[in-house]
């Protein structure tokens, strides 16, 4: 081989490398996934980067409409029957083919008692195998929004499930390790490749995906930095690509950094405080009476009245929030009604008032369960409603902790007063309404009902909006849900979060409302 000739392959050799190299993604975030398993835990952080290995029967497109995955097409043959064609030739990372076998096996995985998507995945009713590319699924009642619950189960391969020994979802409250916790064997664009829990996670782009990559990457690595002015740094000296959540404060700085750049959205995602309403004593406080407070709805309302919700978006949020009056990520769930999304009044008298007429004009004291690396300054919103809530009485002692460690504490109930985050791809107030407004009961009715409280009328007002098939009907339903709602007070809502995104010059993406990096769309110039 002439001289020159070799000369050039070894030229272009490490020109591939070091393309291949520029078109690896570092990003952060404060928090880490919390289990590569994708039935187990209900988090949006998780569910996106689990969502970039495993698939569903339908996706989300850039726009949050809904679209083909798995499934190449369907047909609703009756309105509580679905007809799905499956995509033919897709493999999984081990090179499994993909049939309806593991489409009905996980479908009944996510069922299970250990799953967070459990009230999701039984709305999807009985699936059963009609042939290998074929599915059926069949609901007792009509389901509104059949096609948005389905785009929350992931598809896993039965085979691998049964080899590794995790036919059923990792119970993350209990702190089990499995397999599929710290494993994963998908049919999406990116293999995981490396996970070490609290530090980083690293993907790889698989070869033998089905779809067509509208990026350029070809590996992206995961870094948690919890610390908000390290990651900052971070992205300014270039050591990391992108971040999903700079903080408020820093956003200003990053508009005007040279090689920076803010990419702005809104994320459907409400804040809110959760409080005890079962138990007769308050599990971490004291009152006076030795009695719960938070079973009086004048004490409930007295510290929603008690929070200047407008000092918080302005001095805390840097006004990047918006205030609602209604437990829903979304406007659109309530219709954009100003009667539904409109606030009690900021009003430390009328709380006062409140606190002495239901017998506790002397207060209490009680402790605020709070993660301090899941949602925008959410150790910081509760120091501020502990100082709040101070001038009418309250003592509250902020307990703030990482997210792995909240999440099982507050699944287990083990909480008096907490705060809390809803949010996701769906705008439609069902889910909502069958997770965190119903009474806790099985197949993950009331799963994230971690306050236990129990509501008759709200029970069934919801139930009935979930398999009303009118619209008409069905919006006047979900109205008179969110009314009993906010009359009863059984959570105490604060804002919805923005999210804008901060990411160097060279990073393209697509900003999704769900606050979700698609790794399959993004490149790195």
Known sequence: MPKRTLLSLVLAAALAGAAAQAQTLRYASSGDLLTLDPHSQNESLTNMMNGQVYERLVMRDKQLGIAPQLAQSWQQLSPTKWRFKLRPGVKFHDGAAFTADDVVFSVERARQPSSQIANYAAALGEVKKIDDLTVEFTQKAPNP??????????????????????????????????????????????????????VKTSYKRFPGWWGKFDGNLQEAVYHQIANDATRTAALISGEIDFVLDPPPRDVARLRGTSGVKVIDGPENRIIYIGLDQARDSLLYGKSPDGKNPFKDVRVRRAMYQAVDIETIKSKLMNNQSAPTGVVVPSPLA????????????????????????????????????????????????????????????????????????????????????????????????????????????????????????????????????????????????????????????????????????????????????????????????
Request: charged share 25%; glycine share 6%.
């Open 334 to 525: 309530s219709f954009n009604d100003p009667e539904i999304e409109k606030r009690l009044p900021y009003d430390q008298a009328k709380a006062r008032a409140l606190m002495a007429e239901a017998g506790y004009a002397s207060g209490f004291e009680v402790t605020l369960d709070c993660p301090n690396n899941r949602y925008i300054n959410d150790e910081e919103i509760c120091v501020a409603l502990a100082a709040m809530w101070d001038k009418i009485g309250i003592k509250v002692r902020v307990n703030a902790m990482p997210k792995v460690t909240y999440f099982p504490k507050t699944e287990k109930l083990d909480t008096s007063l907490y705060l809390f985050g809803w949010g996701g791809a769906i705008t439609d107030a069902e889910t909502t309404f069958t997770p965190l407004y119903r009474t806790r009961g099985a197949n993950g009715v009331g799963e994230y009902n971690r306050g236990n409280f129990s509501n008759d009328k709200l029970d069934a007002l919801a139930a009935a909006s979930s398999i009303e098939g009118d619209p008409a009907k069905r919006k006047e339903l979900i109205k008179q849900v969110f009314m009993e709602m906010k009359e009863q007070v059984h959570y105490i809502p604060l804002h919805r979060q923005f999210i804008p995104w901060a990411a160097r010059q060279n990073v393209d993406v697509v900003h999704r409302a769900d606050n979700w990096l698609e790794l399959a769309w993004t490149s790195l110039k």
């Open 145 to 198: 929004i059949f096609l948005q619950h389905l785009d929350t189960v992931f598809i896993m391969n039965k085979a691998w499930c049964e080899k590794y020994k995790v036919v059923r979802p990792q119970s993350f409250k209990d702190k089990e390790e499995t397999y599929a916790a710290t494993n994963a064997n998908g049919t999406g664009p990116f293999q995981a490749v490396a996970r070490t829990p609290g």
